[in-house]
């Protein structure tokens, strides 16, 4: 059974940091592109940053350039999400996906179930 399961979400103050992490496991993800999104209450779910396979490609959303850097653990089944300078607007369930290297939804096909990130002002 494929899983992604995200970890790290929390309560953060404006201007601080965290880190999400991601596990994917049920198959080799090495192959894979890994992506973040976020959904925010009554708004889309949206694009945040993605790298390819290999690590070597990144390529991030304009609103968490220059604060969010995403990375790939050595086994490549892993990803992480760090998030710097955070923003009362960076409040929103994330999600991280496998797929194809892009920043659409629909260039996923798996999953994780969310963490939720909130940031206090």
């Known amino acids: 059974q494929v899983q992604l399961v995200e970890s790290g979400g929390g309560l953060v103050q404006a201007g601080g940091s965290l880190r999400l992490g991601c596990a994917a496991s049920g198959r080799t993800f090495s192959t894979y592109a890994m992506g973040w999104f976020r959904q925010a209450p009554g708004k889309e779910r949206e694009f945040v940053a993605t790298?390819?396979?290999?690590?070597?490609?990144?390529y991030y959303a304009e609103f968490v350039k220059g604060r969010f850097t995403i990375s790939r653990g050595n086994a490549k089944n892993t990803v992480y999400l760090q998030m710097n300078s955070v923003k009362p607007e960076d409040t929103a369930v994330y999600y991280c996906?496998?797929?194809?290297?892009?920043?659409?939804?629909?260039?996923?096909?798996?999953w994780g179930q969310g963490t939720q990130v909130t940031v206090s002002s």
């Open positions: 790298i390819s396979w290999s690590g070597i490609n990144t």
């Open positions: 996906a496998a797929g194809r290297y892009g920043n659409n939804w629909s260039d996923y096909d798996y």
